[in-house]
């Protein structure tokens, strides 16, 4: 069995931006531990010489012409926010910097 | 500061490396329809896609993809036979899938180069820049950031997000470190900087405009003790949105690091923030690790497999290099380096070149696109190709050049041309502009007067010379009293067989 | 006389010939749904209005004598993961509590092209993670056959839809079984089609690289008919495949098998299945081989790693493709009282958001994507998935079809397996194969397992684009069974819990 800690899981909390509890870090680490037992198990047979499939069927080179289409109404684009200030979306002070 | 530039570079080796951002100008987006256009009102260029609505699906625009090939020709680069987008997973209000499609491991061009000339203490001095990739990716929305005192980031009380930059199509070109440019460093980068944009320029493939964030540079910079054959720590300058920023910055990121090495403190691995108005950086967000984007193969979108033919078919539309092309007609023109400069600031050699191979004087037609045309469209905050066509241009230094036009009279024809009175013959004609003494111009007048009373014609052709006087008359008229009635009398009669 | 008994293909004809009018049609499965849903809650949302509207435009269509398609004014029950314009889509979750997309998903824009009338939005497990409907935020649908037991999942809203007389066809999804197993444990039919047959776009992803939407009906023709309206090429998909679809109408009527080779996959069956489960697919086989078809073992060595790999694929993607509900541009905002920045906000609402088993896929997923972690698992799960293509791959070279018991098990209780998620997802052992190369699978009632009287699913694979094979096989199969029952697993004669 993987051997997962609290802390563990509580970075992958923060990496995937989930507040947890700690009652609930707990009992996701040890299910997590378990579940990674036993899909652990891929690595018996995933040897070097294996390509890996991202896609199931092999396509290429799908592309769009360059054509502009009509985009949604503002109406539309901000239908569904939960917070909206004129014609942009409003959210809370975003703190720190896009990369 | 106890140390300035001379004695930092005198101690110490910088190192550079430089990664630009090029949004392309497609007229739709990398991933779905909607417009680039610039300055449209917020969230009116959206679509599920780009605003990362649940279900939506990305379909790559095979423009951006030619666009991306062609850059990667342009500076050298193999073109790969296999390349994918994978996605770049962080949480950024301004960024609506919370992950970006970019390519990672797989780019689309790999190892190029490009060589720039600086000048230096002993002369021109070539360096070559390698290019580790060119890759392809996405660009955020854009946030307002309201309510706190500064304007800034921190203190602003909420945020307001426009999307419609999200998703316009962002080329992404690293250089591997270029080491060796000692204290030329900063010449270096603009110059490397310079001849990018150029060349973007002349590919068509941006409008490579740094003050519209359309190219924007990040600079890389660690500095090592001179002959310690080490790499410094290094850090990544953001926000330079100038060619004489990337030269500032750069100077002052090895400035700034010295100073600390000579303090006895060490460099740290950050983003930092280059700020036009000192020509400092200031620190960025810090991270107490390392962000894991937690990259893999976008699921969404399938591999693209350039064949080499369409890869060939690119590679001939690649133009001369503009540096190469700028000295050979610089030579071709014989004109001063400061001239050729303005031109190309004024984005005006294309049309200069094109006037010029219409027939034009290489002078005449530098300076009617850098004087008149420009003040005209100076006056109505346009480009100067949008007011008149090379053609017109060139039609007009022919009339000069043929006797037909004065200098002054052709100011006129051409703010008539702009005007939208016709083309240049045809402004003439309307505004009767000739000088007149000029014999094509009178075979004009006397064409028509002959046109207006063929019967005339007749009789003179018939050999009744006197009839001549009605005919002269009429021309003379029509030049408003200008023309050398002698001379009339000569060309009519010479034009209806009796000379 | 009610209709909701009859099949769609007979729906169909009697609107042909004007026996009933679609209005009345659709009024009669609204009347069933306020009859039973409240006992089998297969429904989050009935869209009576829209779909009494759909169906008046149905009716005048006929009456106006133009071209109509087969399934026009036949109502639909769909699946809530797939967007509709105007209409909540809540994927079961939460998070999309009253979102309503301002756009149509490709399958409804053909379904509502092809005149099908669309009654609501059934239930499911949150964003189709599942296999039993009981991660539905808005609680669990029940098995029609048995109030108490699960209906599968996550389509399990759709499949009792079918089996509870309340639609006779309906939209499903499958990422790693989520239309056959619901299929299999409630007797009706489903469909899932070659990954690329039927468009994604406005499917809200799980699994990008495995959900493939599909149709679901009491009947293989009914199905194939639905098939029919829904595949294709679309080009908002990069992954759509741009090939002609199948004749699956026609190999659905096809009714025989006559020299087709039929490989039972060993390593799918035996030790782990039920022992009524195993005795009807043994039964079903010699009926195949009482029509001629001839049955041979065929060995897939690898697809014992294929559940590891699936849930190491399934919840990456998932990862990455769940990150968007952060509360920015849609969904539910939790926590936004003015003092704290839009990180905190984004924890605090997928917090509250998601459900248990969302929350540990994506942690899982993000614990296998993450740098150290990454080729270990999702690269070797990428690895496995290549080993369980060249299995099908061989096996496809000596048979035509492939097939299996659906699932190990009829459905079990509600509420048994919920503490224990790897006991849950054995449910999906025999399905998710076929997810993780890309072919079509097909599950269709073969009886009712001796021991619990539940109906028990048969299996049916055909390789990439080849589904017209599983509708063959599939179609003489049922003709085979109803012929040998005297009547459908599920009539208006079948003794279901609902009345």
């Known amino acids: 069995m993987a051997a997962i800690s609290r802390d563990d899981v509580a970075h992958l909390a923060r990496l995937s931006r989930i507040e947890m509890s700690d009652a609930e870090l707990d009992h996701m680490a040890s299910e997590l531990g378990v579940i990674l037992g036993a899909v652990a198990r891929v690595q018996e047979v995933?040897?070097?010489?294996?390509?890996?499939?991202?896609?199931a069927i092999p396509l290429h080179n799908v592309f769009r012409e360059d054509v502009v289409k009509p985009s949604l109404t503002p109406e539309e684009s901000l239908s569904g926010a939960p917070a909206t200030d004129g014609p942009r979306f409003k959210v809370p002070q975003i703190l720190g910097e896009a990369e | 500061m106890s140390m300035n530039y001379d004695a930092a570079v005198a101690a110490y080796e910088p190192t550079l490396g430089l990664e630009?951002?090029?949004?392309?100008?497609?007229?739709?987006?990398?991933?779905?329809?909607?417009?680039?256009?610039?300055?449209?009102?917020?969230?009116?260029?959206t679509c599920p896609v780009c605003l990362g609505l649940p279900g939506s699906l990305p379909v790559v625009n095979g423009k951006a993809i030619e666009s991306s090939i062609l850059i990667g020709l342009a500076l050298n680069c193999s073109i790969a036979p296999f390349s994918r987008f994978a996605r770049k997973n962080y949480f950024y209000p301004d960024m609506p899938k919370n992950f970006q499609t970019s390519q990672y491991d797989e780019p689309i061009c790999v190892d190029g180069y490009l060589d720039v000339e600086i000048e230096t203490d002993e002369g021109p001095k070539k360096f070559r820049v390698e290019i580790e990739r060119v890759h392809m990716e996405e660009d955020t929305g854009k946030s307002l950031h309201v309510g706190g005192s500064t304007g800034r980031i921190h203190g602003a009380e909420y945020s307001l997000l426009d999307y419609n930059r999200a998703g316009i199509p962002l080329v992404e070109i690293v250089t591997r470190i270029v080491p060796g440019t000692g204290k030329y460093a900063p010449q270096v980068a603009r110059a490397y900087v310079t001849e990018l944009r150029d060349i973007l320029r002349s590919l068509g493939v941006s409008d490579v405009k740094m003050e519209q964030g359309s190219l924007r540079c990040d600079a890389n910079v660690s500095i090592a003790p001179i002959g310690s054959g080490k790499l410094g720590t290094r850090s990544e300058t953001k926000n330079v949105n100038s060619l004489r920023s990337v030269e500032r910055a750069v100077s002052g990121e090895i400035e700034r690091q010295a100073n600390r090495l000579e303090s006895g403190e060490r460099i740290i691995q950050e983003t930092r923030h280059f700020l036009e108005e000192s020509g400092q950086t200031?620190?960025?967000?810090?991270?107490?690790?390392?962000e894991d984007y937690r990259y893999f193969p976008e699921p969404d979108l399938v591999p693209v497999t350039p064949d080499a033919d369409w890869i060939e078919e690119l590679r001939k539309r690649i133009p001369e290099k503009p540096s190469i092309r700028r000295k050979r007609l610089q030579e071709e023109w014989n004109v001063p380096a400061k001239e050729m400069e303005s031109m190309v600031n004024a984005e005006l050699l294309d049309v200069v070149e094109e006037t010029v191979k219409l027939g034009s004087d290489a002078t005449r037609a530098r300076s009617w696109w850098l004087g008149e045309v420009s003040r005209l469209a100076n006056e109505k905050e346009v480009a100067p190709t949008s007011l008149i066509t090379a053609a017109q241009v060139a039609e007009v230094i022919a009339l000069i050049a043929g006797g037909e036009l004065t200098d002054k009279l052709a100011r006129q024809v051409v703010e008539g041309v702009i005007n939208g009175e016709g083309t240049p013959r045809e402004v003439i004609d309307k505004r009767g502009l000739k000088v007149v003494s000029d014999d094509s111009a009178l075979m004009v007048a006397i064409e028509a007067a002959i046109a207006a009373q063929p019967d005339t014609a007749e009789r003179i052709r018939g050999g009744n010379i006197p009839a001549a006087g009605a005919l002269i008359g009429a021309v003379m008229k029509a030049t408003g009293g200008q023309a050398d009635a002698a001379k009339v009398r000569e060309l009519l009669l010479k034009h209806l067989g009796q000379g | 006389m009610t209709h909701i008994y009859s099949t769609a293909a007979q729906m169909s004809a009697a609107l042909a010939a004007k026996e009933v009018s679609s209005v009345d049609?659709?009024?009669e499965h609204l009347a069933r749904i306020a009859q039973v849903d409240t006992d089998v809650h297969a429904f989050l949302y009935v869209d009576k209005e829209g779909a009494l509207a759909q169906a008046e435009a149905a009716d005048k269509l006929r009456a106006a004598g133009g071209a109509i398609s087969p399934l026009a004014g036949v109502p639909l029950a769909l699946k809530d993961v797939l967007a509709q314009k105007g209409i909540p889509t809540t994927c079961g979750s939460k998070m999309l509590e009253n979102w309503r997309p301002p756009y149509d998903s490709t399958v409804v824009t053909k379904l509502k092209a092809a005149g099908v009338v669309i009654l609501g939005k059934t239930n499911m497990d949150e964003f189709a993670m599942g296999s039993s409907t009981e991660n539905s935020a808005y609680g669990p649908t029940h098995n029609p056959w048995d109030l108490d037991r699960i209906p599968g999942g996550s389509g399990g809203g759709s499949a009792a839809a079918?089996?509870?007389?309340?639609?006779?066809?309906?939209?499903?999804?499958?990422?790693?079984?989520?239309?056959?197993?619901?299929?299999?444990?409630?007797?009706?039919?489903?469909?899932?089609?070659?990954?690329?047959?039927?468009?994604?776009?406005?499917l809200v992803a799980f699994s990008s690289s495995l959900d493939q939407a599909g149709p679901c009906a009491r009947t293989v023709l009914d199905t194939a008919l639905l098939h029919?309206?829904?595949?294709?090429?679309?080009?908002?998909?990069?992954?759509?495949?741009?090939?002609?679809?199948?004749?699956?109408?026609?190999?659905?009527?096809?009714?025989?098998?006559?020299?087709?080779?039929?490989?039972?996959?060993?390593?799918?069956?035996?030790?782990?299945?039920?022992?009524?489960?195993?005795?009807?697919?043994?039964?079903?086989?010699?009926?195949?081989?009482?029509?001629?078809?001839?049955?041979?073992?065929?060995?897939?060595?690898?697809f014992e790693y294929a559940l590891a790999a699936y849930y190491l694929i399934a919840p990456s993607e998932a990862s990455s493709n769940l990150a968007r509900f952060d509360s920015m541009r849609y969904g539910i905002r939790v926590g936004d009282d003015g003092t704290v920045g839009a990180e905190e906000v984004m924890r605090a609402t997928r917090h509250l958001g998601f459900g248990p088993e969302v929350k540990r896929r994506i942690i899982l997923g993000t614990y296998a994507l993450s740098s150290g972690y990454y080729d270990a698992y999702y690269g070797s799960a990428q690895k496995v998935r290549t080993l369980i293509?060249?299995?099908?791959e061989k096996a496809f070279e000596s048979v035509d079809v492939l097939v299996s018991p659906t699932c190990p098990t009829t459905a079990f209780k509600i509420g048994e397996k919920s503490d224990d998620p790897l006991a849950m997802y054995l449910n999906d052992i025999a399905t998710i194969p076929v997810n993780m190369a890309g072919i079509g699978g097909m599950s269709l009632p073969c009886g009712l397992a001796p021991e619990d009287n539940l109906p028990v699913g048969f299996q049916i694979m055909s390789p990439v684009m080849q589904d017209d094979r599983m509708y063959r096989v599939g179609g003489t199969l049922e003709a085979a069974l109803v012929s040998k029952w005297g009547q459908p697993l599920l009539s208006a004669e079948t003794k279901l819990a609902v009345k």
């Open chain 1, 46 to 55: 995933a040897t070097d010489d294996i390509p890996p499939t991202s896609h």
């Open chain 2, 20 to 45: 630009v951002h090029v949004e392309l100008n497609t007229k739709s987006k990398m991933f779905c329809s909607c417009s680039t256009e610039f300055g449209a009102e917020p969230n009116t260029q």
């Open chain 2, 282 to 290: 200031r620190p960025g967000r810090s991270k107490e690790t390392a």
């Open chain 3, 25 to 27: 049609l659709t009024k």
């Open chain 3, 162 to 202: 079918l089996a509870a007389f309340e639609a006779p066809l309906a939209i499903g999804t499958d990422t790693g079984g989520s239309i056959r197993q619901p299929a299999a444990v409630t007797g009706t039919v489903g469909v899932k089609p070659t990954y690329g047959g039927v468009s994604r776009y406005g």
């Open chain 3, 228 to 302: 029919e309206v829904i595949a294709g090429y679309d080009e908002r998909d990069s992954t759509s495949i741009n090939q002609a679809v199948p004749d699956v109408v026609a190999a659905a009527k096809r009714q025989e098998v006559k020299g087709m080779k039929i490989g039972v996959v060993k390593e799918l069956g035996g030790d782990g299945f039920q022992a009524g489960v195993s005795q009807r697919f043994q039964e079903a086989l010699e009926i195949l081989v009482a029509n001629g078809a001839e049955i041979v073992e065929v060995s897939c060595p690898n």
């Open chain 3, 389 to 392: 293509k060249r299995d099908y």
